[in-house]
């Protein structure tokens, strides 16, 4: 699995890994019993610090989407994708919220807003379709 870690964003590292874990569950990136990565192992490719990753780790133990295997690390939940697609949802709810708000404070009407959000569905629907990634 591959992380992209803002270091100088505003989101904290560890919650930008519980994030991104949480996304490539509910996108079928990570499956149930799949292992992920060591505390150690990710620490060292991400060059963060281990505490970073354990707090990561800690958090996704506690909302049921990752779990010990005594002695061979951690793996994703079976049932974790029913929570991850929840939690994937309302990130995006939360984005969209935001969106609207900006763009209306700015002075975008409701039909200018729906323009602009079926043009940009379109054009997204049309790259997934040709199997472009989603961020092109």
Request: aromatic share 4%; charged share 25%.
């Amino acid at each position: 699995m591959y992380f992209s870690i803002d270091t100088d964003g505003a989101v904290p590292i560890y919650e930008q890994i519980v994030r991104q874990v949480k996304l490539a569950v509910a996108d079928g990136i990570l499956v149930g019993g799949q292992r992920v990565p060591s505390v150690r192992q990710l620490a060292s490719q991400l060059a963060i610090n281990s505490n970073t990753i354990a707090r990561a780790y800690q958090e996704l133990q506690a909302d049921h989407v990752l779990e010990p295997l005594r002695g061979r690390g951690m793996i994703v939940r079976r049932d974790a994708i029913n929570r991850c697609t929840k939690a994937r949802n309302a990130l995006v709810a939360d984005g969209v919220r935001r969106a609207l708000a900006d763009a209306l404070a700015g002075g975008m009407t409701a039909d200018e807003l729906r323009e602009v959000f079926e043009m940009e569905l379109q054009r997204q629907s049309s790259l997934i379709g040709n199997g472009k990634s989603r961020e092109a």
